[in-house]
């Protein structure tokens, strides 16, 4: 019996819908609000939220922050995944520690931070107890944007490394072992066999993890809001201003889009750089 040429279709249809109720119809209304103006469509939001008087502060701290966090995030997973291949006894339990992070909000993770940083927290008690500062210290003010940033990288590496931990151990059990074994057997170092062999082989998992902790990296909030608030302002911590304090949609709603078109651009540049060939897909 022929295959019918409608039944992928059919098959991937309860997803489209999906997609189409709870992403494509929001973008699209997101879109429209951005654009409404008193006289019809206009970019008067837009303008607007350009002539803000925290938009460049936001938009630099977004991409900074972003620029930090996501390669060493990808750094530390791949080492942690390495470490995890190599274990053998226990080595479910190592992995169910390091991703605990996981199943901690946003904002608690902000508030866990948030405990330790703060002026009377635990990192200024231990300090003073060891005669390092002579009182409490300020730290997430904005005196201090150098610490403060600081204090919000260290939180989100903490907080979503291991998301990217659990992507990229996925994709190495993938890798079969007679490739590193046959390496190993034509005298390849073990960072020779990282880097030519598990290195290529686990680009898709990278390529993915990458895309969606930058995605997530330019939508950060919680975890600011917690730790800085108004101190360091973020793309999405003006579109929560703008909505909830200034009660302007039209604004909140450009926020969005912008935060959406950087989002799309930067999965368009992960796509085309780390591009991989169909046969190592399969």
């Given amino acids: 019996m022929a295959p019918k040429p409608w039944v992928p279709y059919l098959l991937i249809a309860p997803a489209v819908l999906f997609l189409g109720a709870l992403f494509l119809l929001p973008l699209v209304q997101t879109l429209v609000l951005s654009l409404q103006g008193e006289g019809g469509l206009s970019f008067a939001n837009y303008a607007r939220m350009l002539g803000d008087l925290n938009f460049a502060d936001a938009l630099r701290n977004t991409f900074l922050l972003t620029l930090v966090v996501v390669p060493v995030q990808i750094a530390l997973a791949l080492l942690m995944a390495t470490m995890i291949a190599r274990i053998g006894a226990g080595r479910d339990l ?8 996981l199943a901690i909000s946003d904002l608690a993770a902000g508030l866990a931070w ?14 003073f107890a060891l005669g390092l500062l002579d009182g409490p210290t ?3 003010t904005q005196e201090t944007p150098v610490v403060l940033f600081i204090g919000i990288a260290l939180a989100e590496i903490w907080r979503a490394t291991a998301i990217v931990l659990v992507i990229l151990v996925a994709g190495m ?3 079969p072992k007679e490739f590193g074994e046959a390496a190993e ?15 290529p082989l686990l680009k898709p998992s990278i390529q993915s993890a990458l895309i969606l902790r930058t995605v997530l990296a330019f939508e950060v909030f919680a ?3 917690a730790l ?18 200034n009660q302007n949609t039209g604004v909140a709603a450009a926020y969005a889009a912008l ?3 950087i989002s799309m651009l930067a999965t368009f540049v992960y796509l085309r750089v780390l591009r991989t060939p169909r046969e190592q897909m399969a």
């Fill in 173 to 175: 059990q993938l890798i």
């Fill in 223 to 225: 975890v600011v809001y």
């Fill in 138 to 140: 300020p730290w997430l």
């Fill in 228 to 245: 800085g608030g108004r101190n360091f302002p973020v793309l999405v911590g003006e579109a929560y201003v703008w909505q909830g304090e």
């Fill in 114 to 127: 948030l405990a330790i940083l703060q002026s009377t927290g635990y990192l200024n008690s231990v300090l």
């Fill in 94 to 101: 190592v992995l169910w520690v390091w991703v605990i992070p």
């Fill in 185 to 199: 057997v034509f005298g390849a170092s073990p960072w020779q066999r990282f880097r030519r062999v598990t290195l």
């Fill in 259 to 261: 935060i959406m078109l």
